[in-house]
C-alpha cells in the first residue's frame, strides 16, 4: 500500500511524540491487515476492530498514538473459516501463527505476521515501508455466551479444567501421576480421546477452544472475548453489538468496527474519550529487543553518542576576524620595515602587495556583512592607493628609508581602523528551518527577532531527503522555501555562506542531523557544523507535548527518539516548554552522557519557553449571524454510527435534545455538524430511520437559533464553538484538544 513520504515523520499526536520508526510499523500493519480484509471480503468473512484499534478508531481516527500493535475480532465461525483459507490465500511469506502452527506457541488468539525473521534486504525494506522487524495483527475469537446460567457455570469449570491441565504440563512441581488423572478425568467429561503420543497442550489448547465455541447464536444474547472473560471477568457484550459493522476512517484507510462500538468501550475503558495513557501487556514499543539485537551486530541504524564538543573550537567571527586582519597588516608593515632597512627591496615589494591583497578582502567582507558605501572601506581604498604607490616607489628606487615606508602605511591603517571602531555592526541572526509544517513555532521567535533594532534577520530554509533502507539511501532534494508565508523573506541556502557570514546567531527546531529513521538534512547543515560557524546555535523543539510523567512509560521511552541527539548536544542554548520539561532533559541527558555533564546542561537548557508554543487562536471562517455574537454557541453532533446502531432510540434522544436547545434559544445557539453520506448510508441500511431523521431536521433546521453545517467544516465549528454535545467521535476529540467544554451524550436519558 502506498504511503506518502510525509506520513513517515516524527508527529505529535495528542501530546505524545509518535516517531518515524513506529510509523514504518503502523503501515506495514496496515498492510497486513489488507491482506487479510482482502481473503475476508474474497469468503465473506466478518471482522471488527477490537482493543485498542477500536478505540483508537473512535477516538482519534487511526492508531492511539501510544499504541504500537494493531488487533481485529471474528466470530468463531468466521475465524475458522478464516484460518482455513488464510494459508492457502495470503502472501507466501506471511506466517500463521497459534497454537496448532507453532511448536511452543501456546494461546487461544491467532497472529498473522508479515514475515517470520527480521530481514534486512533493500527489497524488503522497500516492500514493508523500511520496517526491517516482524509485523501483524492480532485476531481474537468471539463466542456465544449461553443463556443457561448453570450451563455456563459447568463450561467455566471444565474449560478451567483443561486450561490448568495444559498450562501446569511439564512443571516439576506437578506429579506426573496427577496430570494423568486430569487428562483421564479430561477425557471422560468432554468424551475426547487424548493421545499420549503426541503433544498434548496442543490437543488441550484445541479442546480449550471447542469449549469455548460450544453454544451457537440461537442459545445465546450475550457473546464474549471468552479467554479475557474466564481470565479476567467482563469482556461479554450483547450480542447486537456485533451484529453489524460500520466501516470507519482509521489512517489513510476505512476498518469495520461493531455497530455497538459505544457501549462496548464504554464496558472496556469507562469514559473512552479520556486520553489515558497505559502500557499494554508486552514493552514499548514491541520491537525494542529485536532493535537492540541488530544494533550490537552493527547491522541498524545506531544511536548517536555523546560528544564532548568543549575540545572543539569554533570559526572566527566577523568582528574578530577583521581585527585579526588588522593586526597582520600591522606586522607587514614591520617586516617591510624591516626588509627595506636591510636592503631586501624585492621582497619587502612583494610584501606590499600582500597588503593590498589583505585590505581587499577585509574591504570585500564588510560589503557582503554591510554594503556597499561604508566609510570603513573608502577608508580601505585610499590604504590601497597608499600601498600601491609605495610599491611602485620601493620598486624603482634603492635605498628608501623602510621606517619611512612603515610610518606612512601605519597611518593609513589607523585611519581605517579608526572608521572600523565607528561602525555600527548590526547582529545577524538566522533561521533555518527545514519543513514549512514545522515553522509555526519558530515564526513566534522570528517575529520577535525582527522587532530588535540594528539586526539583520534571516530565513534561510535548507534541503532534506527522505530516507530508504535503514538510512542507507536518500531519495530526491526537498525544499519548502517557496512554501513559506509572503512575509517572511528567503534567503536561498546555496545564495547564504556560514563562513563568510558567520552569523551572531543560528537558530534551528530539527535536533536530528542523520539519526532520524525517515528524513535528513543536507551535511552542510548539520548541528555541528553550525556549530563552528555562528557565536550561538540555539534549538528550540518544532513539538509541544505533554509534560514528562514518571508513571507514564511510554511517554519517557518516547524522549529516546528525540532528546539524544546532535542539535541538544552542539546547541549552545536549548528553550524548552517549562521547567518541568527541562528537568525531564537533564535527567535524560545526565544519565545518558554522564552525572558529570549535568551542570553543563542545567546552564544551557531553559525552561522559559512557553510563550513559543502558546496557541494563538485562529480567526473563524464560518459565517455566523450578527445576532448570535452574544450568544453561546454550542456544537452538536449525532453520528451516523449512533443512528445505526440506537435507530428509533436515537431519533427520540434527538428531538428530545432540540426541544431544550428551543427553549433555551435566548442563551445559546446551535451549530449542528452532519456525517459525510450520512442520508446515503441511513438509506441503504435503514430507510425508516432516514425518514425520521429528516423529518426532524425539516422540522428544525429553519429556526433562527440553528445552523446546519457538512462535515468538511469541522475545523471552522470547533473554532467558533464555546463547548459541545452529543456523540464521542473525533469532534468531540478536537473540541477537548482545544480545551473546550466537552459532553456526550446517553441516548438512554430523556428529560
Not at 83 to 88: G, P, R
Not at 530 to 537: A, P, Y
Not at 618 to 628: G, Q, S, V
Not at 690 to 699: A, C, D, N, S, T
Request: proline share 4%.
Amino acid at each position: 500500500m502506498n504511503f506518502p513520504n510525509s506520513y513517515f515523520e516524527d508527529e505529535i499526536r495528542s501530546g505524545f511524540y509518535v516517531d518515524a520508526r513506529m510509523k514504518c510499523c503502523w503501515a506495514a500493519q496496515i498492510d497486513v491487515l489488507n491482506e487479510i480484509d482482502r481473503v475476508c471480503t474474497k469468503y465473506n468473512i466478518q471482522y471488527f476492530a477490537e482493543w485498542g484499534t477500536l478505540l483508537g478508531t473512535i477516538r482519534h481516527g487511526g492508531y492511539i498514538p501510544w499504541d504500537d500493535d494493531m488487533d481485529i475480532s471474528m466470530k468463531r465461525e468466521d475465524y475458522n473459516r478464516f484460518l482455513k483459507y488464510a494459508v492457502i490465500d495470503l502472501p507466501r511469506e506471511y506466517e500463521v501463527v497459534n497454537y496448532e502452527t507453532i511448536d511452543e506457541y501456546y494461546d487461544v488468539m491467532t497472529r498473522i505476521n508479515n514475515t517470520s525473521v527480521v530481514n534486512l534486504t533493500g527489497e524488503f525494506l522497500e516492500q514493508h515501508h523500511n520496517m526491517p522487524y516482524i509485523c501483524g495483527v492480532d485476531i481474537f475469537p468471539l463466542d456465544y455466551v449461553t443463556r443457561d446460567k448453570q450451563e455456563e457455570k459447568t463450561q467455566k469449570e471444565v474449560i478451567n479444567l483443561v486450561k490448568m491441565t495444559a498450562d501446569t504440563m511439564g512443571f516439576a512441581e506437578v506429579p506426573e501421576t496427577l496430570s494423568e488423572e486430569w487428562i483421564n478425568k479430561i477425557e471422560k467429561i468432554c468424551n475426547q480421546k487424548i493421545e499420549h503420543k503426541r503433544n498434548l497442550k496442543k490437543q488441550l489448547y484445541k479442546i480449550i477452544c471447542a469449549l469455548y465455541a460450544l453454544y451457537d447464536e440461537k442459545e445465546a444474547d450475550e457473546i464474549a472475548l471468552m479467554a479475557r472473560h474466564l481470565d479476567e471477568g467482563g469482556h461479554i457484550y450483547p450480542k447486537l453489538c456485533y451484529a453489524d459493522c460500520i466501516h470507519m476512517p482509521f489512517e489513510n484507510i476505512k476498518i469495520p468496527v461493531p455497530v455497538g462500538y459505544d457501549y462496548i468501550l464504554t464496558l472496556k475503558y469507562g469514559d473512552y474519550m479520556k486520553c489515558v495513557r497505559k502500557g499494554g501487556s508486552h514493552g514499548y514499543p514491541y520491537f525494542e529487543k529485536s532493535e537492540q539485537a541488530l544494533e550490537e551486530q552493527g547491522n541498524s541504524l545506531a544511536k548517536y553518542q555523546y560528544v564532548n564538543r568543549g575540545e572543539l573550537k569554533k570559526s572566527v567571527a566577523f568582528i574578530k576576524s577583521m581585527l585579526q586582519r588588522f593586526q597582520l597588516l600591522a606586522q607587514i608593515h614591520q617586516s617591510v620595515e624591516m626588509l627595506l632597512n636591510c636592503g631586501e627591496r624585492n621582497t619587502a615589494s612583494q610584501l606590499l602587495q600582500e597588503t593590498q591583497n589583505v585590505a581587499i578582502g577585509i574591504g570585500e567582507s564588510i560589503e557582503k556583512k554591510l554594503g556597499e558605501g561604508t566609510r570603513t572601506v573608502s577608508c580601505l581604498e585610499q590604504y590601497c592607493e597608499v600601498a600601491y604607490q609605495l610599491y611602485e616607489v620601493v620598486s624603482q628606487n634603492e635605498g628608501i628609508n623602510g621606517t619611512e615606508v612603515r610610518s606612512i602605511l601605519d597611518q593609513a591603517l589607523a585611519m581605517v581602523q579608526q572608521a572600523a571602531e565607528a561602525m555600527q555592526i548590526p547582529k545577524e541572526i538566522v533561521f533555518m528551518p527545514y519543513r514549512i509544517t514545522q515553522w509555526k513555532h519558530m515564526e513566534k521567535v522570528w517575529k520577535a527577532a525582527c522587532e530588535e533594532e540594528n539586526t539583520i534577520v534571516r530565513v534561510v530554509p535548507v534541503p532534506y531527503y527522505y530516507k530508504k533502507q535503514l538510512g542507507r539511501e536518500v531519495g530526491e532534494t526537498q525544499y519548502d522555501g517557496a512554501l513559506f508565508p509572503e512575509e517572511v523573506p528567503i534567503t536561498p541556502y546555496n545564495e547564504y555562506f556560514l563562513e563568510n557570514n558567520h552569523p551572531d546567531v543560528i537558530y534551528i527546531q530539527a535536533p536530528y542531523d542523520e539519526w532520524n529513521y525517515s528524513v535528513t538534512i543536507h551535511p552542510n547543515y548539520y548541528a555541528p557544523e553550525l556549530w563552528k560557524n555562528t557565536d550561538q546555535l540555539i534549538y528550540i523543539p518544532w513539538f509541544k507535548i505533554d509534560e514528562m510523567n514518571p508513571e507514564d512509560e511510554r511517554g519517557l521511552k518516547s524522549r529516546n527518539y528525540f532528546v539524544p541527539m546532535p542539535g541538544v548536544v552542539w546547541a549552545d542554548r536549548i528553550v524548552l516548554q517549562s521547567e518541568a520539561m527541562k528537568q525531564s532533559y537533564v535527567d535524560y541527558l545526565s544519565d545518558w552522557a554522564g552525572e558529570n555533564t549535568r551542570s553543563m546542561w542545567e546552564e544551557k537548557i531553559s525552561g522559559d519557553g512557553a510563550w513559543i508554543y502558546e496557541e494563538e487562536p485562529e480567526a473563524a471562517d464560518l459565517d455566523l449571524p450578527d445576532d448570535w455574537k452574544d450568544k453561546k454557541v454550542l456544537l452538536y453532533h449525532i453520528s451516523g454510527n449512533g443512528l445505526m446502531e440506537h435507530k428509533e432510540k436515537m431519533l427520540r434522544k434527538m428531538e428530545d435534545s432540540l426541544e431544550i436547545f428551543r427553549e433555551q434559544s435566548d442563551k445559546i445557539h446551535i451549530l449542528w455538524l452532519q456525517d459525510d453520506l450520512l442520508e446515503e448510508r441511513l438509506q441503504s441500511r435503514i430507510p425508516e430511520v432516514l425518514q425520521g431523521y429528516r423529518e426532524i431536521l425539516q422540522k428544525y433546521q429553519g429556526e433562527d437559533w440553528l445552523q446546519v453545517e457538512p462535515a468538511d467544516r469541522e475545523a471552522d465549528t470547533v473554532k467558533v464553538a464555546n463547548a459541545f454535545y452529543g456523540d464521542g467521535g473525533k469532534s468531540a476529540q478536537h473540541m477537548k484538544e482545544a480545551s473546550k467544554p466537552v459532553m456526550l451524550q446517553s441516548v438512554e436519558v430523556l428529560s
